[in-house]
C-alpha cells in the first residue's frame, strides 16, 4: 500500500518544502507596523536581513517559535555568528518580535 503511494507522498513533499517555506515567513502589514510601533518598511528591511544574515547555517526559525524576550536572549550570540552590526541586529529583532510567541 504504501509503495504505490509513493510517487504521490514525494509529490506532496515537495509542494510542502516548496511552498511551506516561502509562505510561512510573514509578510509586515500594516497591522504589524502599528502593533510594533515601528514603520512597515522597517519590518520589512528586517525580514529582508533576516532572510541574507540569518539562514546560512539553520533553516530560518519563524518569528512565532520563540518569545520577544527568547529573541533578545538568543540575538547576540547569533550576531556574532552572522557578522551583522548592531543596528541590523536591532532592525532584525523588531521584524521577528513583532510576531513573537505570546509569552
Ligand atoms: C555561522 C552559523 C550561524 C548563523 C549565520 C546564524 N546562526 Fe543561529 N544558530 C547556529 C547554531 C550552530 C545554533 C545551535 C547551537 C546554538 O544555540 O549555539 C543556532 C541556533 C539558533 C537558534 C535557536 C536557539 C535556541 O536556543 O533554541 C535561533 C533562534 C537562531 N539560531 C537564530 C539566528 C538568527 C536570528 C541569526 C541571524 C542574526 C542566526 N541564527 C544566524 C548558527 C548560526
Redesign the pocket.
Known amino acids: 500500500m504504501y509503495s504505490k503511494n509513493k510517487p504521490a507522498f514525494f509529490f506532496t513533499v515537495i509542494l510542502i518544502v516548496v511552498f511551506g517555506c516561502s509562505q510561512a515567513l510573514y509578510i509586515p502589514t500594516f497591522a504589524d507596523s502599528q502593533n510594533a510601533g515601528v514603520s512597515t518598511d522597517t519590518l520589512a528591511l528586517g525580514r529582508k536581513l ?1 532572510v541574507n ?2 539562514g ?3 533553516s530560518l ?1 519563524l518569528p512565532a ?2 518569545t520577544k524576550n527568547e ?1 533578545v536572549k ?2 547576540p ?3 556574532k ?2 557578522n ?1 552590526n548592531d543596528q541590523q ?1 536591532a532592525i ?1 529583532t523588531k521584524y ?1 518580535k513583532a510576531r513573537s510567541r505570546q509569552e
Open positions: 533576516y544574515n540569518c546560512s547555517c539553520h526559525y517559535q520563540y529573541w538568543v540575538m550570540e547569533m550576531q555568528k552572522a551583522c541586529v532584525i521577528l
